[in-house]
């Protein structure tokens, strides 16, 4: 996203100095065209001076040839013919010169021309009262009649410069006002272009100054990045690299020296420089794996041991990822490698671990199962016995020794059930668990029929919800309802019928989230209500521990296993049992299983 | 069936076992001929010799020196002359992986040795009194371990 942004930023900053240098070079133009205007204006000033001065020499030429004729006439005095005839000569200069000037003026030259006429017609008259005037050929009509031709022409002459310099001056208006036509709007214009050249230069340095700005806290961050990311690095036992394929270049993160066992640069990094630490017998992965990353650009997670200059082993393990800036031009690996040697040798230790406690644990269940099965032997041979004294052998020994007899008879049975039960709690662990699609109703009615004696005896109401259809280990949840609903009848009032029932819901486990799994949405909470004698909260956790009793094994028989063997099936089952009673107001048994 | 004396064997390497089961086939009341071997080695020797008089009924104990109850089984079930002798297991332990295991190999019938003399004494009545042929065609894993009612 940054990145975009920074492109547009200067992408604009071009365009903007583009503009600025296009605003410079046509302000530049322009004073450039201003100045050539006003040189050329003066100088047509000075031209059209030049054209007036030059009339005006003429017409004082034209008028010293009639002044020197003037007094020739008077005088006959040859001296004044003197200016006559230079005059001449000042003319033709004049005119030439006028020729000249009037070259680009197109209709000034046909007036030079009428000009050049009435000037020549008047040098005749001036020639003709020249010759009118002498003693030779004098004659006084012809005289007069040249002198007046002569004023005429003179006027006409005059009339026609008077003519030229109106026209000139003419011209020079049209261009005074052409001219000051364009110079009017220029300042304008130039002031306001450079205005916008100049705000253009304040938006771009605006602009400058931003992005520098951004780049500060950009370089700022960074920074910050670059030192967390070495910290991370020393902290984190890892080092990262790059690999410039086209130029096979190799640069290692400080810590990647560390991790080899050397200060940062200590040496410059190249190709084959890290197979020097790579351990013998794996070099061959190393070398395959650089291949690897030359071919496809990658390098896909790789486990090696690396001997530092000390001779310590490393375990390392890395993993490299191709730098895609643009598709085309992809040709930088980035690569993490990590210094795993505390983890492998955790694991190595802790797989030992599991081993051992894997043997110890199926050498105590084939113990457990062992002991009991060996120790019914010697009991079961102590009751036979005993079963087989008669009434007679009783009545041989005393008082005294029949009451031994009998307690000897009564340990034997306790140690039977216990026996018994210890069996069972074993092969809840031991046998092997056939998860089938079973209905727990089914299993419901097979525990009464196991308990039927008993809930005969006892005038016991038993009802139930009904319940689901499970994946469980039957004989197991069997087990399960057969162990719960005797454990209701074992601990029922004396003087009260005993009535369990039996509640199911299904629930979220996220309203339970202390006891149950949360992977697990849906549960099956499963009640066991009584109205026995129930027990102090306190003892809530402590029945369904392995050998723990509530009551003297006097008044009520039992070995402390049939809880813990309820606790155990319901582990198995990834579900979770409670015991919430009072004393004196019966118990309930809740069983939580997965749906 | 009782033609002559029901000739029954036991093999148990248990001396008290061996006691317990004679006076209890003593006390019934059908002629019966009981003989003991005390291992698996010497069983597989009995029954093998070539005069043998295979006896009607064989106890097996599980749990013997030697060789085992369940090695005898497997054995006896291979051996041509052998393989129609009735064979009831006769064991202190009553796990599943016993039973499912001899029921497998072709055991005919599971009795789980009982603490109580007159309970043995009815167990073994059952079992010499039972109709092997009706017993033995409806044989399955529920009737297979003998319980008495």
């Given at each position: 996203m940054r990145r975009i942004f920074n492109f547009n930023s200067s992408n604009l900053l071009r365009v903007i100095f583009v503009i600025a240098v296009f605003i410079l070079l046509f302000i530049s133009s322009i004073s450039y065209k201003h100045n050539r205007d006003t040189h050329e204006s003066s100088q047509l000033l000075l031209h059209t001076f030049e054209i007036n001065i030059e009339l005006e020499r003429l017409i004082s030429s034209i008028k010293d040839a009639e002044i020197g004729q003037n007094g020739y006439i008077i005088t006959h005095n040859e001296r004044y013919l003197t200016p006559y005839e230079f005059s001449r000569d000042k003319v033709n200069r004049s005119f030439v010169e006028l020729n000249k000037l009037t070259a680009e003026r197109k209709g000034q030259q046909k007036n030079l021309k009428q000009l050049f006429l009435l000037i020549n017609k008047r040098y005749q008259c001036l020639e003709e009262a020249l010759k009118y005037s002498n003693s030779d050929s004098y004659n006084k009509e012809k005289l007069e009649n040249a002198l007046q031709r002569g004023r005429v022409l003179m006027a006409n002459i005059r009339a026609q410069v008077d003519n030229m310099k109106e026209r000139e001056k003419q011209f020079l208006q049209e261009r005074q006002a052409n001219y000051d036509n364009e110079i009017s709007l220029t300042p304008l214009f130039t002031v306001s272009v450079f205005l916008v050249a100049l705000i253009l230069i304040i938006l771009s340095y605006r602009q400058i100054s931003k992005d520098i700005e951004r780049l500060k806290i950009t370089n700022k961050k960074l920074l910050i990045s670059t030192k967390l990311m070495d910290e991370a690095e020393m902290i984190g036992n890892f080092s990262t690299w790059q690999w410039d394929l086209q130029q096979d270049k190799i640069h290692y993160s400080d810590n990647q020296f560390r991790l080899l066992?050397?200060?940062?640069?200590a040496f410059v990094p190249e190709r084959g420089t890290f197979l020097n630490f790579v351990h013998p017998d794996d070099k061959e992965t190393l070398v395959n794996s650089m291949q690897t990353i030359k071919e496809q650009k990658k390098l896909p997670l790789i486990y090696y041991r690396i001997v530092r200059q000390d001779g310590s082993i490393r375990h390392f393990k890395s993993i490299g990822k191709l730098l895609v800036e643009n598709e085309e031009n992809a040709h930088i690996i980035l690569g993490i490698s990590f210094d795993v040697t505390d983890e492998y040798e955790q694991n190595i230790e802790l797989s030992q671990r599991n081993k051992e406690l894997e043997i110890s644990n199926q050498e105590l269940a084939s113990f457990n199962h062992v002991a009991s099965h060996d120790l019914q032997e010697p009991l079961r041979k102590i009751q036979t016995f005993i079963s087989r004294f008669s009434e007679d052998d009783k009545k041989a020994i005393s008082v005294r020794g029949r009451e031994y007899f009998e307690k000897i008879d009564a340990s034997s049975k306790r140690m039977r059930v216990l026996i018994d039960d210890l069996l069972l709690f074993s092969r809840t662990n031991t046998t092997k668990k056939e998860v089938v699609k079973a209905n727990l109703n089914d299993l419901f009615q097979n525990a009464k029929t196991e308990l039927n004696e008993v809930i005969t005896e006892k005038k016991a109401e038993i009802n139930s919800e009904k319940l689901p259809k499970l994946n469980v280990i039957p004989y197991q949840i069997e087990q399960l309802f057969i162990n719960l609903i005797g454990n209701s009848l074992k601990y029922s009032l004396d003087n009260l019928a005993p009535i369990i029932h039996i509640g199911c819901v299904k629930v979220l486990s996220k309203n339970y989230p202390d006891v149950l799994n949360q992977n697990v949405k849906k549960y099956y909470k499963i009640t066991f209500q009584d109205n026995g004698m129930g027990f102090d909260p306190q003892f809530k956790h402590s029945i369904f521990v392995l050998f723990k009793r509530l009551h003297s094994k006097n008044d009520y028989p039992g070995t402390g296993i049939g809880l813990a063997i309820c606790k155990k099936i319901v582990d198995n089952h990834n579900g979770f049992i409670t015991a919430d009673s009072n004393p004196g107001e019966g118990a309930v048994f809740t069983v939580f299983l997965p749906e | 069936m009782q033609k002559d004396a029901l000739h029954i064997l036991l093999a148990d390497d248990d001396e008290d076992d061996r006691l317990f089961f004679k006076d209890a086939f003593d006390d019934i009341k059908v002629q019966t001929k009981v003989d003991f071997v005390h291992d698996g080695l010497q069983l597989m020797e009995h029954l093998n010799q070539p005069d043998v008089v295979l006896p009607d009924v064989l106890f097996l104990d599980l749990n013997m020196p030697k060789k085992t109850g369940k090695e005898c089984l497997i054995e006896i079930k291979k051996t041509p002359h052998l393989r129609d002798l009735i064979i009831a297991i006769y064991s202190t332990s009553s796990s599943d992986e016993d039973i499912e295991d001899t029921f497998v190999q072709g055991a005919n019938i599971y009795i789980k040795k009982p603490s109580d003399f007159n309970t043995l004494k009815k167990l073994i009545n059952e079992v010499i009194t039972l109709n092997w042929h009706y017993h033995t065609s409806g044989l399955n894993r529920d009737n297979f371990l003998l319980s008495l009612k």
């Amino acid at each position: 996203m940054r990145r975009i942004f920074n492109f547009n930023s200067s992408n604009l900053l071009r365009v903007i100095f583009v503009i600025a240098v296009f605003i410079l070079l046509f302000i530049s133009s322009i004073s450039y065209k201003h100045n050539r205007d006003t040189h050329e204006s003066s100088q047509l000033l000075l031209h059209t001076f030049e054209i007036n001065i030059e009339l005006e020499r003429l017409i004082s030429s034209i008028k010293d040839a009639e002044i020197g004729q003037n007094g020739y006439i008077i005088t006959h005095n040859e001296r004044y013919l003197t200016p006559y005839e230079f005059s001449r000569d000042k003319v033709n200069r004049s005119f030439v010169e006028l020729n000249k000037l009037t070259a680009e003026r197109k209709g000034q030259q046909k007036n030079l021309k009428q000009l050049f006429l009435l000037i020549n017609k008047r040098y005749q008259c001036l020639e003709e009262a020249l010759k009118y005037s002498n003693s030779d050929s004098y004659n006084k009509e012809k005289l007069e009649n040249a002198l007046q031709r002569g004023r005429v022409l003179m006027a006409n002459i005059r009339a026609q410069v008077d003519n030229m310099k109106e026209r000139e001056k003419q011209f020079l208006q049209e261009r005074q006002a052409n001219y000051d036509n364009e110079i009017s709007l220029t300042p304008l214009f130039t002031v306001s272009v450079f205005l916008v050249a100049l705000i253009l230069i304040i938006l771009s340095y605006r602009q400058i100054s931003k992005d520098i700005e951004r780049l500060k806290i950009t370089n700022k961050k960074l920074l910050i990045s670059t030192k967390l990311m070495d910290e991370a690095e020393m902290i984190g036992n890892f080092s990262t690299w790059q690999w410039d394929l086209q130029q096979d270049k190799i640069h290692y993160s400080d810590n990647q020296f560390r991790l080899l066992g050397f200060s940062p640069d200590a040496f410059v990094p190249e190709r084959g420089t890290f197979l020097n630490f790579v351990h013998p017998d794996d070099k061959e992965t190393l070398v395959n794996s650089m291949q690897t990353i030359k071919e496809q650009k990658k390098l896909p997670l790789i486990y090696y041991r690396i001997v530092r200059q000390d001779g310590s082993i490393r375990h390392f393990k890395s993993i490299g990822k191709l730098l895609v800036e643009n598709e085309e031009n992809a040709h930088i690996i980035l690569g993490i490698s990590f210094d795993v040697t505390d983890e492998y040798e955790q694991n190595i230790e802790l797989s030992q671990r599991n081993k051992e406690l894997e043997i110890s644990n199926q050498e105590l269940a084939s113990f457990n199962h062992v002991a009991s099965h060996d120790l019914q032997e010697p009991l079961r041979k102590i009751q036979t016995f005993i079963s087989r004294f008669s009434e007679d052998d009783k009545k041989a020994i005393s008082v005294r020794g029949r009451e031994y007899f009998e307690k000897i008879d009564a340990s034997s049975k306790r140690m039977r059930v216990l026996i018994d039960d210890l069996l069972l709690f074993s092969r809840t662990n031991t046998t092997k668990k056939e998860v089938v699609k079973a209905n727990l109703n089914d299993l419901f009615q097979n525990a009464k029929t196991e308990l039927n004696e008993v809930i005969t005896e006892k005038k016991a109401e038993i009802n139930s919800e009904k319940l689901p259809k499970l994946n469980v280990i039957p004989y197991q949840i069997e087990q399960l309802f057969i162990n719960l609903i005797g454990n209701s009848l074992k601990y029922s009032l004396d003087n009260l019928a005993p009535i369990i029932h039996i509640g199911c819901v299904k629930v979220l486990s996220k309203n339970y989230p202390d006891v149950l799994n949360q992977n697990v949405k849906k549960y099956y909470k499963i009640t066991f209500q009584d109205n026995g004698m129930g027990f102090d909260p306190q003892f809530k956790h402590s029945i369904f521990v392995l050998f723990k009793r509530l009551h003297s094994k006097n008044d009520y028989p039992g070995t402390g296993i049939g809880l813990a063997i309820c606790k155990k099936i319901v582990d198995n089952h990834n579900g979770f049992i409670t015991a919430d009673s009072n004393p004196g107001e019966g118990a309930v048994f809740t069983v939580f299983l997965p749906e | 069936m009782q033609k002559d004396a029901l000739h029954i064997l036991l093999a148990d390497d248990d001396e008290d076992d061996r006691l317990f089961f004679k006076d209890a086939f003593d006390d019934i009341k059908v002629q019966t001929k009981v003989d003991f071997v005390h291992d698996g080695l010497q069983l597989m020797e009995h029954l093998n010799q070539p005069d043998v008089v295979l006896p009607d009924v064989l106890f097996l104990d599980l749990n013997m020196p030697k060789k085992t109850g369940k090695e005898c089984l497997i054995e006896i079930k291979k051996t041509p002359h052998l393989r129609d002798l009735i064979i009831a297991i006769y064991s202190t332990s009553s796990s599943d992986e016993d039973i499912e295991d001899t029921f497998v190999q072709g055991a005919n019938i599971y009795i789980k040795k009982p603490s109580d003399f007159n309970t043995l004494k009815k167990l073994i009545n059952e079992v010499i009194t039972l109709n092997w042929h009706y017993h033995t065609s409806g044989l399955n894993r529920d009737n297979f371990l003998l319980s008495l009612k």
